[in-house]
């Protein structure tokens, strides 16, 4: 995994981004800037465009208007080789865990013996040594998920998003991915992961991007958004309220 | 009618004494089809695949032939074939009609297109459900082609075995491009279709039955094998 | 796998070459359903191959067929049974000359309750009459074939032109001989056929011979080498020798020995 220099941190930024489908804004950021160290969370009810805006920074979706800023230069294809990302409903290779690994490895240009040192070292990170062989398929849900985050991370990506990985999963499970994100954040890597779950942007983020109606509503560190949110709808939303 | 009784034990008997030319017959009905959907795998998948995954005016209009080309009367395909090989046709050099190479040719024209159209419908519904993942991943359209077609591989077996169905069981293209000439270009069909002009019902009843026995036994050949393969997939990978 | 999947392909290969690797001379016959679902060909035909070492490949369709199939040149020999076409062939120049093999007849079958009240008789042209009167269930090949060509022959004797009643008593199958005497078998019809393919024929069901003995129902045989300067890859040589072989004594003397059920199905009838 690529170490980042503390001093060249990892600078991405929406600017201007707009969304429209049918007539309908569905993604409205005029500024958004994440560069802090820790995972930045994107908190909000369904509907508030927190996937839309994760698929428009890692350039699946191609904003109607402004960008997406890697390092104070639009969003490339360079840019996105270094990104990687980990969707709600895992996406498995139909093939073994270790397959899934090495698929994403082998297009690395890694050698047969590089690959097999490395993917015995993503199964220890993700706890999977034993299902190395394994039809991914046939995983349980958390351990899936903890494939997908494996393979993403294979990557060795500087950006890694992550889309509600954790949504369809028990605490057990969620709790071991969790780990897995904080050990990635701790190497460097920068975590912009989207939750509606208020009890794990506690537990995980350094910084929270509120969202409602496609909107950025608040955004600051954790300890401000969670212990003083300075805008209605985010105050409703850590509240408990059914917001909407 | 005659006696049905007797013609049965008198195939079952050539079966199970394995009669050379019973033999020799099956053989060549297995060697032309497997050939001919083999061919049309190798052209059938990546065309199918291509046609799923890639975006292109015409795209449609092409699927719709593609589709409707799977019910080709197998008799116009051989009579196609039968014109391109005569030896006043275009491909009356090479010498290859009633070969069983003219009917390999035959049975791919008309299985390629199965296999093609199959090929789509297998790979464009998974294609949408890998799209962001390997787009993601920084795979290509072009690149995810034989991604997509590795992953589909049970389904398109299903879909070799279907067109295979077909091969196995024409008769029209085979005969008018083979001839049907003994020991050369006879296969089970044209055999059956002999044996039912000389009105032998009942022989041509229990080749049938063989015809059946075949393709029961491929489809459990090939059925079991996938599912070593998918188990010793797990074990290499 | 995919060692697996490359062995078995190597196999596969191994298999079609099996029988393609061992080429030897051959020469295509293009002749009619009657010499071979008769079972004739493969009676006199190995004596020809291994004196000879020449295989004989023959595709077995209706006269018409063959011929057409010749004139394109897909076939070395021509051995089918109508005489005006085939000297139609050769005026043409399809094909280099004419010779008679052998003869049988046509003979008429019906179902056993005759409805047209034809049994017995030996003019098959008032028989044909008969039938039509009695608009009684007739299957024609109808597929020019010889014998539908000899049918034809014998229709317009009568008088009748049984097409004007196509689908109705009439019944046109454009099918081979076999499939047409299946047909008449099952609906109770009459039908022309030679008679080798009646006598080899397995499922005769209900059916008889009605009339036979007409000389019109005379059916004579001829072979012809396809024009080589018209075709110039017939295997001219190799196909000469067959018909020298057919119309020669051993070949003649092998038609005549082939009997079916103690009859003989065939009469070797060449200019020596």
């Keep these: 995994m690529r170490d980042l220099m503390p001093d060249m941190p990892n600078c991405l930024q929406a600017d201007g981004l707009r969304v429209e489908r049918n007539g309908k804004l569905l993604l409205d950021v005029p500024q958004l800037m994440m560069d802090g160290p820790g995972p930045t969370l994107i908190l909000g009810p369904n509907g508030a465009g927190k ?4 698929r428009c920074l890692h350039g699946l979706i191609k904003a109607d208007a402004g960008q997406v800023m890697q390092d104070g230069g639009v969003l490339n294809a360079a840019h996105m080789a270094r990104q990687a990302m980990v969707f709600q409903q895992p996406v498995l290779l139909r093939r073994s865990v270790s397959a899934n690994l090495d698929f994403v490895l082998k297009r ?17 990170e993700g706890g999977l040594e034993t299902k190395a062989r394994q039809s991914a398929r046939s995983l349980s849900g958390g351990e899936a998920q903890r494939l997908a985050i494996l393979r993403a991370l294979a990557l060795g990506p500087e950006t890694l998003f992550l889309d509600e990985p954790t949504s369809a999963l028990d605490p057990a499970a969620t709790q071991m991915i969790e780990a897995m994100i904080l050990r990635a954040s701790a190497r460097g890597v920068r975590i912009v992961m989207v939750t509606h779950d208020v009890g794990q942007a506690r537990r995980l983020a350094a910084d929270i991007v509120m969202m409602q109606g496609g909107r950025v509503v608040e955004h600051g560190t954790a300890k401000q958004v969670l212990e003083a949110p300075q805008c209605q709808a985010s105050r409703q939303y850590l509240a408990g309220w059914l917001v909407t | 009618m005659q006696d049905f009784a007797s013609q049965f034990s008198q195939a079952g008997h050539l079966i199970l004494t394995g009669d050379p030319d019973l033999w020799a017959i099956v053989m060549l009905s297995l060697q032309v089809s497997v050939l001919a959907v083999l061919i049309s795998a190798v052209i059938g998948m990546p065309v199918g695949a291509a046609l799923a995954v890639a975006r292109f005016p015409g795209r449609r209009a092409l699927i719709i032939l593609m589709n409707a080309l799977m019910g080709f009367p197998p008799v116009v395909v051989g009579l196609l ?9 275009p491909l009356g050099v090479l010498e290859l009609l009633y070969t069983p190479t003219a009917m390999i040719i035959a049975q791919t024209v008309l299985v390629t297109p199965i296999v093609a159209a199959l090929t789509r419908q297998v790979i464009e519904m ?31 077996v299903t879909a070799l075995l279907a067109g295979f169905g077909r091969a196995i069981a024409e008769v029209g293209a085979v005969i008018i491009v083979g001839g049907n000439i003994n020991h050369v270009t006879r296969v089970m069909t044209t055999t059956i279709a002999l044996e039912t002009s000389k009105g032998n019902l009942a022989l041509a009843l229990a080749l049938g039955t063989i015809l059946i026995g075949i393709a029961v036994a491929v489809n459990a050949a090939v059925s079991a094998l996938t599912l070593r393969t998918e188990q010793e997939g797990l074990r290499h990978a | 796998m995919f060692r697996a999947a490359i062995k078995s392909a190597m196999i596969l290969c191994g298999l079609l070459a099996g029988p393609a690797a061992a ?34 490949r023959v595709v077995a369709v209706g006269t018409g067929q063959a011929i057409r199939n010749a004139i394109n040149g897909d076939g070395d020999v021509l051995l089918v049974h109508a005489k005006p076409a085939e000297e139609q062939f050769v005026a043409d120049g399809w094909g280099v000359e004419r010779r008679d093999v052998m003869y049988n007849d046509f ?29 009684a269930p007739f299957a024609s090949r109808a597929d020019d074939s010889g014998t539908h060509k000899a049918e034809k022959a014998l229709w317009s004797l009568s008088g009748t032109d049984p097409t004007l009643s196509s689908g109705e008593w009439y019944r046109e199958t454009g099918s081979g001989m076999g499939a047409t005497l299946n047909l008449a078998a099952g609906m109770d019809a009459y039908a022309l056929t030679d008679r080798a393919t009646w006598l080899s024929f397995g499922n005769k069901g209900n ?30 040589a190799a196909g000469r020798r067959f018909i020298d072989w057919l119309t020669g004594h051993d070949g003649q003397e092998a038609i005549a020995a082939y009997k079916l059920n103690g009859e003989q199905l065939f009469f070797p009838n060449a200019q020596q």
């Design chain 1, 51 to 54: 996937s839309l805006l994760l």
């Design chain 1, 108 to 124: 690395l240009g890694l050698g047969r013996t590089a690959r097999k040192i490395r993917i015995q070292e993503l199964l220890a």
């Design chain 2, 81 to 89: 074939v039968y014109l391109m090989l005569s030896r006043s046709g």
């Design chain 2, 126 to 156: 998974l294609a949408e459900e890998y799209s962001e993942q390997l787009r993601s991943l920084g795979v290509s359209r072009l690149a995810s082609v034989p991604v997509l077609l590795w992953d589909a591989r049970l389904a398109l």
């Design chain 3, 23 to 56: 080429e030897e001379p051959f020469i295509v016959v293009q002749s009619t359903t009657s010499t071979q679902n008769s079972g004739l060909l493969d009676f006199i035909l190995p004596g020809f191959e291994a004196e000879s070492g020449i295989d004989v």
């Design chain 3, 107 to 135: 003979v008429l079958v019906g179902p056993k309750s005759d409805p047209a009240k034809i049994k017995g008789g030996d003019d098959a042209v008032a028989a044909l009459a008969a039938i039509a009167q009695a608009k």
């Design chain 3, 207 to 236: 059916l008889e011979v009605l009339v036979e003995g007409d000389p019109r129902l005379f059916n004579q045989y001829g072979v012809i080498l396809v024009n080589p300067e018209k075709h110039p890859r017939v295997r001219a």
